[in-house]
């Protein structure tokens, strides 16, 4: 229907993002049509779905990983649950404030990763080597999820 658009291209490569769901410039990847009703089901209800999402066009890599990580910890898929609001970042570690529900807010300390150069970087190029950033802390360590009302 009309709630999607078609584009020839979003950017990036061929493991960019497949979709952005607006106007929120939430970034999905690897969308199939199942998954694109599905994104758009939850989005219709002011939520955002889980599989694929790659975080917020607006933020930086840290800041996309570090509200995933939150969100998945504390299962706040509401569109406004969580956002990064301070990203201190130093060379291969960075730490990212991101606000909750009610005003609180949690901080993730990321660190980054090199991952084996498995991956071309484009169609026909040599596999090059990546980083990425993971989260610290395991997930038990996050405070309790406050109740929220829907």
Do not use: M, N
Request: aromatic content about 6%; hydrophobic content about 35%; charged content about 25%.
């Amino acid at each position: 229907d009309d709630a999607v658009w078609e584009c020839s291209h979003l950017g990036g490569h061929r493991f960019a993002a497949t979709g952005v769901l607006l106007p929120w410039g939430y970034v999905y990847g690897r969308l199939t049509p199942a998954s694109v009703a599905d994104v758009l089901t939850e989005a219709r209800r002011g939520r955002l779905h889980p599989d694929g999402l790659r975080g917020r066009s607006s933020s930086t890599p840290a800041g996309q990983v570090a509200e995933l990580e939150v969100r998945r910890a504390q299962g706040l898929w509401g569109v406004g649950d969580v956002a990064p609001t301070a990203i201190l970042q130093r060379r291969d570690r960075a730490e990212v404030t991101c606000r909750l529900p009610k005003g609180s807010e949690v901080t993730v300390t990321l660190t980054q990763v090199d991952l084996p150069d498995t991956l071309p970087a484009s169609c026909g190029a040599d596999p090059v080597g990546e980083r990425r950033w993971v989260p610290q802390a395991p997930e038990s360590h996050w405070p309790t999820p406050e109740p929220i009302c829907t």
